[in-house]
């Protein structure tokens, strides 16, 4: 048995983490559900139309549609779990509506990512090609007439 004067922290069988929301912290949750709602309404409709833009343009815009209509979904789930646990004091869903915004950003972290390299990527094939056409057309033995 260990005395209280020992420096071990007793044992816990699940770890918990307890929050008391003031008026401040309550209404910034419900400021937050808000948003999250709002965002995931914005990203399923401009998803919709990146989804019904393959018609006109290509694949890639219809994968881009889907992402986007996936974490609309995901935020507006977050943003009902978000008003339950207000409503319910349901730590559960709070737990819940906090990994549903942790899978937004991430997902939304990935994409700035992969957007980013896409960009080098283009400027890279850019800057490269600009080269070898710029050397191409000062070569001194080319003819511009026809």
């Not at 937050?32 to 989804?51: D, E, H, R, T």
Request: hydrophobic share 50%.
């Amino acid at each position: 048995m260990s005395s209280p004067e020992s420096n071990h922290p007793p044992e816990i069988s699940e770890q918990s983490l307890h929050y008391k929301l003031d008026g401040v912290g309550q209404e910034t949750m419900s400021k937050l559900a808000g948003w999250s709602k709002f965002v995931g309404i914005m990203n399923i409709i401009f998803g919709v139309c990146y989804a019904a833009s393959i018609i006109l343009l290509s694949i890639p815009t219809f994968i881009m549609g889907v992402i986007l209509i996936i974490i609309g979904t995901k935020l507006l789930n977050a943003a009902g779990h978000l008003r339950y646990a207000l409503t319910m004091k349901d730590s559960n869903s709070f737990s819940h509506a906090l990994d549903q915004i942790r899978s937004f950003m991430a997902l939304t972290g990935i994409l700035y990512i992969i957007g980013i390299v896409a960009i080098v990527l283009v400027l890279s094939i850019v800057f490269i090609f600009g080269i070898a056409l710029f050397d191409f057309f000062s070569d001194p033995g080319f003819d511009y007439t026809i």
